[in-house]
């Protein structure tokens, strides 16, 4: 069987569980929701698709993202929760001869932003917060990384795997984006009533950095809205909101808005 699921950190911990559980050797195919939602991947009935949108083909199916749940049956697990790793764990607990518990209450945390201002302003001290921060979405050129982490995953320690060197590299150039990335978000953000409007569309690259770290510099909003283009074409924006996690006031469930613009995600972030 192969797992097929997304690159960010429950995709990266999706995969471990999976292949430790299942015993699972095959490559693991790592793609985006909107190439699932548009038929771009060949899923078959050997595939596993873990945080990511149903597909009819597939065998098993784990996922938690209130915008893709459906009523066609289906061998697997959906349900509204704090990520889908969490889902995976609880699924196949007694199959594992490793203690995940900790690595999938991370995958909760972090995946339902579930932070505290220090955590996000200071990342550094956080070693699961940190190594989340690490997986971006740079293109096929971090497969090996994704695959790096989910062997890592498997048979490391978090102190283990934050010492092993490639980790280490990514976590100093994360730090170093960072930085950076402050800046470009108090220069390309403008409020607009009560929302963060983030607009990176002037910039040959959308840059990269703590996507919590907005809610910091604008305490005064409660939702997110970055703006992008996805290709160095600039043939197709995307649009991303997120409600903020420390003025938990926004009532729009931004995954159930966000499907109308052939997206989607959960009640308090999409795309």
């Known amino acids: 069987m192969r797992v097929v699921t997304r690159p960010d950190f429950d995709g990266v911990v999706c995969a471990a569980l999976l292949c430790d559980a299942l015993g699972i050797d095959a490559p693991i195919r790592w793609v985006e929701p909107s190439a699932v939602q548009k038929g771009l991947v060949d899923i078959t009935s050997d595939d596993i698709l873990a945080n990511l949108p149903y597909h009819r083909s597939c065998g098993l199916w784990f996922d938690h993202h209130y915008t893709n749940q459906h009523a066609h049956p289906f061998e697997g697990v959906f349900q ?142 409660m939702v997110h809205m970055r703006i992008f283009y996805v290709t160095p074409s600039k043939d197709t924006i995307a649009v991303s909101v997120g409600h903020s996690i420390f003025n938990q006031s926004c009532r729009v469930n931004a995954g159930l808005m966000l499907a109308s613009f052939e997206g989607g995600g959960h009640r308090g972030a999409g795309s």
């Open 80 to 221: 509204i929760a704090p990520s889908a790793a969490g889902l995976i764990y609880q699924h196949y607990h007694e199959h594992f001869e490793r203690d995940y518990s900790e690595l999938a209450q991370a995958a909760d945390k972090i995946d339902a932003a579930d932070l505290t201002e220090d955590e996000v302003l200071h990342p550094e001290k956080y070693d699961y917060v940190l190594l989340s921060m690490t997986i971006t979405d740079s293109g096929e050129s971090d497969e090996a990384y994704w695959n790096h982490l989910v062997d890592l995953l498997r048979s490391s320690s978090i102190e283990q795997v934050m010492a092993d060197r490639l980790v280490q590299q990514r976590c100093r150039l994360i730090r170093d984006l960072n930085a950076v990335y402050a800046d470009y978000l108090k220069e390309f953000t403008r409020v607009v009533t009560h929302v963060a409007v983030t607009d990176f569309r002037s910039l040959p690259k959308a840059p990269v950095g703590n996507r919590f770290l907005v809610y910091s510099l604008f305490p005064e909003t």
